[in-house]
């Protein structure tokens, strides 16, 4: 699923790990502490290769626990209704995160990276080399455990891209009169900098 993304015998992509590191302030200080790893005000969870955020969620409920008793010591600032205060204290705030979800996404993002990173290239190599490369479509497997294919879209003759040949076609003579305006809203002083 996160395996290398290889095209063409390429690695365009090889991811090994992603760690999410959650910090808390300090509530005697209202401070971070980035250099502190004390449990109560750190944790460190993993997406991949493995997803175990045990620690995160334990820290982000703790969060939500204490935001919630601030929230009622506002309520109580400002004279509100004790029903409403004990409605706030009989809350249980739980945050529940699909963190097998957010890999999931990993995983499509991983894919599109690569496929960007083959098609720079792609255009790269064929404006600096290739003047004659055809239409065709060709789909390569992403390598690794993934079940993903990366369509990659060839250039046109022309140096543009299929998707452009896919642009609604203006003559060469409402080409020649549109520039022709453009000259002269520019010249009178009317055109607009954003629409220039």
């Not at 400002?78 to 890999?103: H, T, V």
Request: hydrophobic share 35%; glycine share 6%; proline share 4%.
């Amino acid at each position: 699923m996160y395996g290398p993304v290889v095209v063409g015998g390429h690695t365009w992509l090889k991811l090994k790990a992603v760690r999410i590191t959650f910090f808390s302030k300090d509530e005697a200080s209202g401070k971070f502490h980035f250099n502190l790893r004390d449990p109560a005000h750190y944790a460190e969870g993993t997406l991949i290769p493995d997803v175990d955020m045990t620690n995160v969620d334990r820290l982000l409920n703790t969060s939500a626990v204490n935001l919630k008793a601030e929230i009622i010591t506002i309520m109580e600032g400002f004279g509100l209704e004790q029903s409403m205060i004990d409605k706030a204290r009989n809350s249980k705030p739980e945050l529940l995160l699909n963190w097998s979800a957010a890999a999931m996404q990993m995983s499509s993002t991983i894919c599109n990276t690569a496929y960007f990173c083959y098609f720079n290239w792609f255009i790269y190599k064929y404006n600096n080399k290739c003047k004659g490369a055809t239409t065709a479509h060709t789909s390569t497997e992403v390598s690794g455990e993934s079940s993903q294919t990366i369509t990659l879209v060839a250039p046109l003759a022309s140096g543009s891209t299929e998707r452009d040949s896919k642009k609604p076609k203006v003559s060469k003579e409402k080409e020649a009169k549109n520039a022709g305006l453009r000259k002269k809203k520019k010249m009178s002083g009317k055109a607009k900098p954003w629409a220039t």
